[in-house]
């Protein structure tokens, strides 16, 4: 049976392709042009498949209002409004085309998070390749319906999100003309704990909805993403930083360059060991067959003994018959002489 598969910027996702893995961007520019090219840089550097943006202002993502509904209490960012953090957080668009720019001039794809239509008709200008519909928006089944009407690739991360809503959001994509989707596991907390993933819920995501499906990955090393990958996710999300103790709004909970580089390395690594069932000898084994065991002469022998227990052992290396013929060589007689430390054979005997 065929799995499902997706293609980026002509890159195959899917279990039957390395994992692909995306470095989240989101708000750690820090509000510098210059510390998100060399974002970008890094994340080629270290041999990430994409980088990942977010495309809104403060505006278009909620109101600049200080009620109640719109504080943020307790987490990383206590004590402000929505519109406060995302005005602090948000990616200015009029940086999308050098960063477009840079990305593609170190062949890393770059693609964004669009937060409303205004933001999917500014990346489509920039010709971005796919589109990631972040967790707060999978519910946004009218802007799912316009990212899928571009016809590009779409990625659904389901953090919050109930089975019922997953459908729901798949279902618009697909009706709207989306040929290529993929879904992520996620939980959105910030950081999240291991034990919030539950990634045997990631497995029967898999198996109820027959799509590429991958892990966001909020926690704060790589150990559930590579567990992930075990488990066969075909996509890796993770924010990615220059420095944790930065002080951005995303800083503390994203991946330092070496740590991408680490999961780059071990999320393909897993997957080349998962390989496919195969129960024949592999080229490593070939030359330490010799070393297995095999019946040995423990005695020297005269032609018309008869072999005795003592006679014949099972030991390394090889060369011998097989340790499973003992009961058949037991009794039979020597038919020339054999010398201690010689291999058995069919032939010394009758």
């Not at 489509?124 to 990212?147: G, Q, R, W």
């Not at 097989?322 to 032939?347: F, H, M, Q």
Request: overall charge negative; glycine content about 8%; proline content about 4%.
């Amino acid at each position: 049976m065929k799995t499902p598969e997706i293609r980026i910027a002509g890159r195959p996702i899917g279990t039957a392709h390395l994992p692909y893995v995306i470095a989240e961007m989101s708000a750690n520019h820090n509000g510098s042009l210059e510390r998100a090219l060399r974002l970008i840089e890094a994340a080629a550097e270290a041999g990430a498949d994409a980088i990942k943006l977010q495309t809104y202002t403060a505006d278009t993502i909620t109101l600049d209002c200080d009620s109640e509904e719109f504080q943020i209490h307790g987490g990383l960012w206590d004590g402000k409004t929505l519109h406060q953090l995302y005005q602090e957080a948000h990616t200015p668009w009029d940086w999308h085309k050098p960063l477009f720019s840079r990305a593609r001039e170190l062949n890393i794809t770059i693609f964004s998070s669009p937060f409303d239509n205004t933001a999917v008709d500014l990346l489509e200008d920039l010709n971005a390749p796919a589109y990631k519909i972040a967790s707060f928006e999978a519910v946004d089944l009218p802007l799912i319906k316009y990212v899928a009407s571009t016809g590009k690739p779409m990625i659904i991360s389901t953090g919050m999100a109930d089975a019922g809503e997953i459908q729901e959001a798949i279902n618009a994509a697909q009706d709207a003309g989306c040929k290529e989707l993929a879904i992520l596991h996620c939980v959105s907390g910030y950081p999240a704990p291991a034990e919030d993933y539950n990634l045997r819920t990631m497995l029967d995501k898999m198996a109820r909805f027959g799509l590429v499906t991958g892990l966001s990955d909020h926690t704060l090393d790589n150990t559930t993403a590579i567990a992930s990958v075990a488990l066969g996710a075909s996509i890796i999300e993770k924010h990615f930083t220059f420095d944790r103790s930065g002080g951005g709004s995303d800083d503390s909970f994203s991946l330092e360059p070496t740590e991408l580089a680490s999961l780059c390395t071990a999320a393909k690594s897993v997957w080349k060991a998962l390989g496919e069932v195969n129960y024949g000898r592999k080229s490593s084994e070939i030359g330490n067959v010799k070393f297995r065991r095999s019946l040995y002469i423990m005695n020297n022998l005269s032609a018309g003994t008869i072999i005795q227990s003592g006679d014949v052992r099972s030991i390394r290396p090889g060369f011998g018959l097989a340790p499973k013929y003992l009961d058949s060589i037991l009794g039979k007689r020597i038919i020339r002489n054999v010398s201690r430390g010689e291999p058995t054979s069919w032939d010394m005997m009758e």
